[in-house]
T-cell receptor, first 114, second 114 residues
Framework: GENVEQHPSTLSVQEGDSAVIKCTYSDSASNYFPWYKQELGKGPQLIIDIRSNVGEKKDQRIAVTLNKTAKHFSLHITETQPEDSAVYFCAAPNYGGSQGNLIFGKGTKLSVKP | DSGVTQTPKHLITATGQRVTLRCSPRSGDLSVYWYQQSLDQGLQFLIQYYNGEERAKGNILERFSAQQFPDLHSELNLSSLELGDSALYFC?????????????FGPGTRLTVL
């Protein structure tokens, strides 16, 4: 099955700075990589995902990049705001492909200081 | 709001007891996944159902069982509860979108075993 590693475990930035969270995966057959944001007391919320036929995807201040050769993908948040403070999880599908259960990284606690 | 509902929101019980957690997927989603989130283990996949049939199993204990009913709601049954079963339990549902299976999480059930 898949194995996902996520770094860093905690990240503190000043408001307006950029934040980058990195993940690596093990199964070269995986082709779908979602990112989730979990606020205190809530369930994980899908914020962006990328599929293996593209190298980068942007949605306003959030972008995700994928390097299939190196088997890593990253989340980039620009112009961070206090409301970006949360725990972020990367994930990859188990048993390759894009279907089925997800294997999650351990999470990154992002703190944005005003 | 993801459209996935879970009840109850909180559950406090004693060791040795049995509880049932309930999940209603988004309208039209056929797949339901159960995940356990504890502080030291992160988000762990337990079990997946697709249209009433068990599709995949993770590290689900023998004391735990689940089922998906004809109306597609799902229940997770936890028995002979131990202190270590205290955790957040999330349900997610998915439907195929272009290129992948996005999973949407419910708000979770916080289980406390005393």
């Amino acid at each position: 099955g898949e194995n996902v590693e996520q770094h860093p475990s905690t990240l503190s930035v000043q408001e307006g700075d950029s934040a980058v969270i990195k993940c690596t995966y093990s199964d070269s057959a995986s082709n779908y990589f979602p990112w989730y944001k979990q606020e205190l007391g809530k369930g994980p919320q899908l914020i962006i995902d990328i599929r293996s036929n593209v190298g980068e995807k942007k949605d306003q201040r959030i972008a995700v990049t994928l390097n299939k050769t190196a088997k890593h993908f990253s989340l980039h948040i620009t112009e961070t705001q206090p409301e970006d403070s949360a725990v972020y999880f990367c994930a990859a599908p188990n048993y390759g492909g894009s279907q089925g259960n997800l294997i999650f990284g351990k999470g990154t606690k992002l703190s944005v200081k005003p | 709001d993801s459209g996935v509902t879970q009840t109850p929101k909180h559950l406090i019980t004693a060791t040795g007891q049995r509880v049932t957690l309930r999940c209603s997927p988004r309208s039209g989603d056929l797949s339901v996944y159960w995940y356990q989130q504890s502080l030291d283990q992160g988000l762990q996949f337990l079990i997946q159902y697709y249209n009433g049939e068990e599709r995949a199993k993770g590290n689900i204990l023998e004391r735990f069982s689940a089922q998906q009913f004809p109306d597609l709601h799902s229940e997770l049954n936890l028995s002979s509860l131990e202190l270590g079963d205290s955790a957040l339990y999330f349900c997610a549902s998915s439907a195929r979108t272009s290129g992948g299976w996005e999973q949407f999480f419910g708000p979770g059930t916080r289980l406390t075993v005393l």
